[in-house]
């Protein structure tokens, strides 16, 4: 069967060019999707991207010239002031540096190897430097957050091989200089957001600055609440060009530097937005509109859309051939395990357990998911999207049993669609007779399909589920067919139940379990004597609502003699298991008295496999008493499973970067580890057992490994051994992004937390981002595409990104801070990293010392020694060192970190820091804790600090800036509105009060327009208790849950905010502004010399002063 993409994007293929059918020859006429533009200083050429390209066209219009095309992701242009250079960014070595090229082409050079991605915003006014953004380090007299989305701002000589310097420390995402140099004005960057949303008052929302070089003062030149980007000088610098959303959508406006609220609107669209703009020295404008170019010939003209052609043969359809031997994301084994399915890339593929001989059963480029074999192994059922729907489809062995017995080598597999209507169908599951198929319906209602008739029937309505991602819910088939073990939601508390529901539809679901626990994945066992499931009840408890609680794995024994058979000891099993095997050897010689006739055999032996399974019975009475315990170590378990005769319990549990498969072997009550398997993307797992219970199969990490289950003492070895598969794809990766496309679009709009899409016209805005749709040729193009499509909703926890396999340059870090006034060769070290690689006993580096070589590559005056750190982290480097205050020169060994490892320390050292700051300003009477995130490792230090260091203090500042969210704030909150009501006395001594785990003194919270997420319906929630003040800075609405979904392509992910928070009041939180009680902003210059005054402002607030 092929499968077609979806009716919309099928349609636009036919509208626009199309690489299925074959393109016409000759240039491509106004192409969509150009990005980046920049117009030349003299006016007379236009520098931009498409697909990943760097392209010139002259100002007023016709056919582009391909300046830069390297095989990778091209971006961000910038022309240097003579217009004979542009710098542009590219990811060449796994991460965007900053290239240089001649405008008349030619090869590049590079002039930045560090591995953090860097973007050109400008040249400097002579020209010999181009201006770049890029998270390095700040200077460290910064008390600025060290967070990798805050960048600084650099420039680096354009003759190559030259050491970066920093200009300021701010974050700077587009900025100029005046002619002078003198000043600079710019785009900021206060916090978390999809860089794309739109329309929104916020206070995270940019704003356009003036930078003043000589003083290293800053100007907040725009104060309208909403988005104002990209600014530029005018030609006689009087004026200031910039974005702004002040009209609704961004058009060009303009301002003096000197009266910014006199600003006037230039253009006049009235939808989507204006991007990238530019202006020449003869005045001409230039900048993107919905995909296409346009100049501008001063204030009072009338855009004009730019005619050009685009000639070079970039046009081709990308069709990449793979094969792959990992990246599975779902996987299921036959019945007799002589072959195992898996989908990868969202086909699927079977493949021989022995030999991995591998078979694709699946075409077209719509996802499968949910993968099963039936129960006499010739069919697969799974989940497919096509033509804009999620259906149930199955592919089946065609041709006599003993002829074609496996799918991994059948000449032919036939597929069909088995169910497709109006609603979103998927995660099928075979019955056990193989007649009907259990699946969910529109993503929470159970119903049952029965594939002969077509007929559906509901067992389970929507309201006893909600999915918060796709594949979180659970069902099971009871052996007999009769029932299905499911789980629900608790709607009163958000959690999960386990119980049962009749399969023909006629009764009621009974809850099995009624725990205020979360009860997860219950399965029947032991041929329905037993249900077995997950719970966090027993298990360690992480603090937040997204904490992952340690899990266990019980038995619920549905019969009184299944709990009397395990209650067994082993003596007494032995004797019931030696009286068992003599009644089977018994029925055995029965059989021996075969009949002569060979047809009669066989009619036996058919019926003897059409024999129904014992009936499942619960018994009611006593059954909540029957439940046991089952695994004997609590973990972060992912998937388990029970031998047939309920003997021996396997499970996976996350260990680490990895996981590890687990044994119980429930007689004898012990647990044992029994294989350790790697880790890597991907974060699905799967158990299964074969029918017999023989084997057992593991899917982790994208990678599948087979055990051998012991035998009956479960004493045996246990070798998880890799099996093999190749997946064979031929990729059009054009295809596969109109499905994603088409499945982002419509995910959003079953998902969004308010159904009516916040009243955007969401049908409208796929029309407007889908016909940019076939000029798109690349990954980072298709995720700006995406955010630019999703932030038109104008919500929180959106947009689209691109993160494929780490490959390419890893710059290692010393530990150090460099000294940016030594103008000598090599590089001197201003300050050892407490905790650092160079804090040790033994090292003989210390601050005032010059590092001269980096394993004996000399740093000559100026120049660059990223390079030689690269790729370096985990390993021995040798330093070549000089103390310029004895003239001594030694080697000093060390093992480079990460840049990860480095931010984690100068974290420690800006909370130090600040903690050091209190301190003085308050004489040692208060007390200071950062809760960096809304989650378990964030709460249990925020609890050390409080009621450990800071115990004795009068108040506590609670700082929250730069905190992203999570889900911790009824937590936090909790910790901190404690009240005293008893007093521990001995003899009258004190030894504190009750609540011994609250802080029952005043606090107060310091909040800033980087709070995200939790981090904004904490400090919501602290306010509505009236716990204390807050102080610093208005934080914008963003308290929403999101679901970030990776899509089939591995990395591609987008984000929905699927959850709403709302008030009694009906109030969301999503837009919700919170303003502090004290609102102060910090300084930008007195920031970087080390004063916070906002942390200033929260001491003089708790002191009364």
Same mark, same amino acid.
């Given at each position: 069967m092929s499968f077609?993409?979806?009716?919309?994007?099928?349609?636009?293929?036919?509208?626009?060019?199309?690489?299925?059918?074959?393109?016409?020859?000759?240039?491509?006429?106004?192409?969509?999707?150009?990005?980046?533009?920049?117009?030349?200083?003299?006016?007379?050429?236009?520098?931009?991207?498409?697909?990943?390209?760097?392209?010139?066209?002259?100002?007023?219009?016709?056919?582009?010239?391909?300046?830069?095309?390297?095989?990778?992701?091209t971006t961000a242009p910038v022309w240097s002031p003579d217009g004979r250079l542009l710098a542009y960014a590219a990811d060449v070595y796994g991460n965007n540096d900053v290239f240089l090229v001649a405008a008349e082409g030619g090869p590049s050079r590079r002039l930045t190897s560090h591995s953090a991605p860097e973007t050109p915003i400008a040249f400097t006014p002579d020209g010999r430097a181009v201006l770049f953004s890029a998270q390095r380090q700040d200077v460290r007299s910064s008390l600025a957050f060290p967070s990798p989305a805050l960048g600084e701002l650099y420039k680096v000589g354009i003759e190559g091989g030259r050491r970066p310097e920093q200009v300021f420390s701010e974050p700077a995402m587009a900025g100029r200089y005046n002619k002078a140099g003198t000043q600079l004005v710019y785009e900021d960057w206060k916090g978390y957001e999809n860089a794309a949303r739109k329309h929104h008052i916020s206070p995270v929302a940019r704003d356009i600055w003036l930078w003043d070089a000589a003083s290293g003062q800053h100007r907040k030149l725009t104060n309208n609440g909403g988005e104002n980007r990209n600014p530029v000088w005018s030609p006689d610098e009087q004026s200031i060009y910039f974005l702004s959303e002040k009209s609704g959508s961004f058009n060009v406006w303009k301002m003096q530097p000197g009266q910014p609220e006199a600003a006037r609107q230039i253009t006049h669209f009235t939808k989507n937005p204006v991007r990238f703009l530019s202006v020449a020295a003869n005045g001409v404008l230039s900048f993107g509109y919905d995909g296409e170019l346009y100049t501008m010939a001063g204030d009072t003209a009338e855009p004009r859309k730019l005619g050009l052609s685009i000639g070079a043969d970039a046009l081709l359809p990308k069709v990449e051939n793979l094969r792959l031997s990992e990246g599975a994301t779902d996987m299921a084994v036959s019945p007799d395990g002589s072959e195992f399915a898996v989908v990868v890339r969202g086909q699927v593929f079977v493949a021989s357990t022995e030999f991995g001989n591998t078979r694709r059963i699946t075409e077209g480029p719509g996802q499968k998911r949910s993968v099963s074999f039936s129960p006499d192994g010739r069919r697969l059922l799974y989940a497919c999207e096509q033509d804009g729907q999620w259906s149930l489809c199955e592919a089946a062995l065609q041709g006599d049993k003993k002829a074609v017995p496996s799918f991994f080598n059948a000449p032919r597999v036939s597929t069909r669609v088995l169910l497709k209507d109006t609603h979103q169908n998927f995660q099928p599951r075979y019955s056990p007779d193989g007649k009907e198929v259990a699946y969910l319906q529109d993503r929470a209602a159970l119903h049952v399909l029965d594939i002969a008739s077509g007929n559906t029937r509901e067992l389970l309505s929507a309201d006893w589920n909600y999915s918060y991602e796709d594949g979180d819910q659970w069902f099971d088939w009871a052996p007999d067919g009769k029932s299905l073990a499911v789980q629900f939601t608790d709607r009163n508390r958000w959690g999960q139940e386990a119980g049962v529901v009749p399969a023909d539809g006629s009764g009621k679901l009974v809850n099995l379990t009624n725990s205020g626990y979360d009860d997860l994945r219950p399965m029947f066992a032991r041929q329905g004597q037993m249900m077995i499931w997950a719970s966090d009840r027993h298990g360690l408890h992480g603090n937040g609502g997204g904490a992952r609680n340690d899990l266990d794995v019980y038995g619920m024994f549905l019969t009184r003699a299944a709990f009397d058979r395990y209650q067994l000891d082993k003596a007494d099993f032995a004797q019931l298991k030696k009286r068992e095997d003599d009644e089977k050897k018994d029925e055995a010689k029965k059989d021996d008295k075969k009949p002569?006739?060979?047809?009669?055999?066989?009619?036996?032996?058919?019926?003897?496999?059409?024999?129904?399974?014992?009936?499942?019975?619960?018994?009611?009475?006593?059954?909540?008493?029957?439940?046991?315990?089952?695994?004997?170590?609590?973990?972060?378990?992912?998937?388990?499973?029970?031998?047939?005769?309920?003997?021996?319990?396997?499970?996976?549990?996350?260990?680490?970067?990895?996981?590890?498969?687990?044994?119980?072997?429930?007689?004898?009550?012990?647990?044992?580890?029994?294989?350790?398997?790697?880790?890597?993307?991907?974060?699905?797992?799967?158990?299964?057992?074969?029918?017999?219970?023989?084997?057992?199969?593991?899917?982790?990490?994208?990678?599948v490994h087979k055990f051998k289950v012991p035998g009956d003492d479960g004493k045996g070895d246990v070798k998880a051994e890799p099996l093999k598969f190749a997946a064979e794809l031929r990729i059009d990766h054009a295809a596969e992004r109109a499905q994603m496309f088409d499945h982002a679009w419509r995910q959003t709009r079953e998902k969004l937390y308010v159904a009516d899409m916040g009243g955007v016209d969401w049908a409208g805005y796929r029309q407007v981002y889908e016909r940019q749709l076939p000029y798109v040729a690349d990954g980072p193009d298709f995720a700006e595409l995406l955010s630019e499509m999703l932030g038109e909703l104008n919500v929180s926890h959106t947009g689209a990104g691109y993160r494929p396999a780490p490959q390419g340059d890893a710059t290692a870090s010393l530990g150090v801070f460099y000294d940016a006034a030594h103008k000598g060769a090599g590089v001197k070290v201003a300050e050892v990293i407490e905790g650092g690689p160079l804090d040790t006993a033994a090292a003989q580096l210390k601050a005032g010392m010059v590092i001269a070589s980096i394993d004996g590559e000399a740093i000559p005056a100026g120049a660059e020694f990223d390079s030689l750190l690269n790729l370096k982290a985990g390993k021995q480097v040798v330093l070549e060192v000089l103390d310029p205050a004895t003239g001594r020169r030694f080697e000093q060994t060390l093992k480079a970190i990460s840049l990860g490892a480095e931010r984690e320390l100068l974290y420690k050292r800006w909370v130090r820091q600040e903690r050091a700051l209190v301190d003085k300003l308050s004489g040692g009477r208060?007390?200071?804790?950062?809760?960096?995130?809304?989650?378990?490792?964030?709460?249990?230090?925020?609890?050390?600090?409080?009621?450990?260091?800071?115990?004795?203090?009068?108040?506590?500042? %609670?700082?929250? *800036?730069?905190?992203? !969210?999570?889900?911790?704030?009824?937590? +936090?909150? &909790?910790?901190?509105?404690?009240?005293?009501?008893?007093?521990?006395?001995?003899?009258?001594?004190?030894?504190?009060?009750?609540?011994?785990?609250?802080?029952?003194?005043?606090?107060?919270?310091?909040?800033?327009?980087?709070?995200?997420?939790?981090?904004?319906?904490?400090?919501?929630?602290?306010?509505?208790?009236?716990?204390?003040?807050?102080?610093g800075m208005p934080v914008a609405g963003t308290g929403t849950a999101v679901w970030w979904e990776t899509m089939q392509d591995g990395a591609t992910t987008f984000g929905i905010p699927q %959850?709403?928070? *709302?008030?009694?009041? !009906?109030?969301?939180?999503?837009?919700? +502004?919170? &303003?502090?009680?004290?609102?102060?902003?910090?300084?930008?210059?007195?920031?970087?010399?080390?004063?916070?005054?906002?942390?200033?402002?929260?001491?003089?607030?708790l002191l009364g002063k």
């Open positions: 077609k993409l979806a009716g919309a994007a099928l349609a636009l293929a036919l509208a626009l060019p199309s690489f299925a059918a074959q393109a016409p020859l000759g240039p491509l006429a106004q192409p969509l999707w150009l990005r980046q533009s920049s117009i030349s200083p003299d006016g007379t050429q236009i520098a931009f991207t498409f697909q990943g390209n760097l392209y010139v066209v002259p100002a007023a219009g016709g056919a582009a010239r391909l300046l830069v095309a390297n095989g990778h992701h002569a006739d060979k047809k009669e055999a066989e009619k036996k032996d058919d019926k003897k496999a059409e024999a129904r399974p014992e009936p499942v019975v619960i018994e009611q009475q006593g059954l909540e008493d029957r439940v046991a315990r089952l695994s004997t170590v609590s973990g972060d378990i992912r998937d388990y499973a029970l031998t047939p005769d309920g003997e021996q319990l396997f499970y996976v549990a996350k260990a680490g970067e990895g996981f590890e498969l687990w044994q119980v072997r429930l007689r004898d009550k012990e647990g044992r580890r029994v294989a350790s398997l790697p880790g890597g993307r991907g974060d699905n797992v799967s158990l299964v057992l074969d029918a017999k219970g023989a084997n057992g199969f593991v899917m982790a990490a994208g990678r208060l007390g200071y804790v950062h809760v960096r995130g809304m989650n378990d490792g964030s709460y249990r230090q925020t609890y050390a600090d409080a009621l450990g260091r800071a115990s004795g203090k009068e108040a506590l500042i %609670v700082d929250t *800036r730069f905190n992203g !969210g999570g889900n911790l704030h009824d937590e +936090l909150a &909790t910790l901190l509105s404690g009240k005293k009501y008893l007093e521990f006395l001995p003899r009258g001594q004190s030894l504190g009060w009750e609540p011994t785990g609250k802080w029952t003194k005043p606090s107060a919270v310091l909040i800033s327009e980087s709070n995200y997420s939790d981090a904004h319906l904490f400090p919501w929630t602290y306010k509505h208790l009236g716990i204390g003040k807050l102080i %959850v709403g928070f *709302r008030a009694q009041n !009906g109030e969301f939180m999503e837009r919700a +502004l919170i &303003t502090p009680d004290i609102v102060v902003p910090n300084d930008k210059a007195r920031l970087d010399a080390g004063e916070d005054q906002q942390l200033e402002a929260a001491v003089k607030s």
